[in-house]
């Protein structure tokens, strides 16, 4: 059933080039989605493309930054002329600068704003007037499990975490059916994220942590699936999604 869901929808991802976005595009690909992928770095979100249209499926991809509202409106536009319509817009982009507050690390906190909460209500500005006048659509959100558990260093990680949590809320409960809205918080998975933490002790720590307990990608991958294989009258909320030896 999950296969029937799945194929054929048109599905936009941001982050795309490695990564939770990578496994997303690879599995849901696989499913008989058609995806397109958007990302900053362009060689490897055109690496990701070509793989999945060697292994037989469909896919299309633009060097884009969430930052920018007019890059994300270029991704969903992409979509509708490549494939004519728009299912789900995953919005993956993210980034951690961990810092403690003393350490006052505006430039972290400020991109940290720009990329996790900006660059997600762009992706829903772009995504809405499709969904409006299709009568349906899907917008799932990555959060994460750091806003979940508040500790030191990661305040305003969270915080912007949180803030998707919220706007993600809003927007379902504004949908009166014509979309859904689903929130999915990884923990510890076994990506390339931590490897921007520009704190060498803190993404140090971050990233033994994450050798010692983490996930693959694939799981997350899964709970994007899963939950896009729902029957439409069918919205899952909220799903989090950790190493069992996670805090």
Request: glycine share 10%; proline share 3%.
């Amino acid at each position: 059933m999950m296969n029937n869901r799945i194929k054929g929808k048109v599905v936009v991802i941001t982050g795309a080039s490695s990564g939770m976005g990578e496994a997303m595009a690879q599995l849901l690909a696989e499913q008989g989605a058609k995806v397109v992928l958007g990302a900053r770095r362009a060689d490897l979100v055109k690496a990701v493309a070509r793989r999945i249209q060697v292994a037989g499926g469909e896919a299309d991809h633009l060097e884009m930054d969430v930052t920018k509202r007019g890059d994300v409106e270029k991704l969903v536009a992409l979509a509708m002329s490549k494939f004519g319509r728009l299912d789900v817009m995953i919005n993956n982009a993210g980034i951690s600068q961990l810092n403690r507050m003393e350490d006052v690390d505006v430039a972290g906190w400020e991109q940290m704003i720009d990329v996790n909460v900006k660059g997600t209500l762009y992706g829903i500005a772009a995504a809405l007037p499709v969904f409006k006048k299709q009568g349906s659509g899907h917008i799932i959100n990555i959060i994460s499990t750091a806003g979940i558990s508040i500790v030191p260093a990661m305040g305003v990680y969270a915080a912007t975490k949180n803030a998707v949590r919220t706007i993600s809320e809003a927007l379902r409960q504004e949908s009166a059916g014509r979309w859904r809205v689903t929130g999915i918080s990884p923990g510890f998975v076994d990506t390339p994220f931590a490897s921007h933490i520009q704190n060498d002790a803190i993404r140090q720590g971050i990233e033994q942590k994450a050798r010692e307990i983490a996930i693959p990608a694939a799981a997350i991958a899964e709970a994007v699936a899963y939950a896009i294989s729902q029957p439409d009258q069918v919205d899952v909320g909220d799903i989090v999604i950790r190493p069992t030896l996670q805090d």
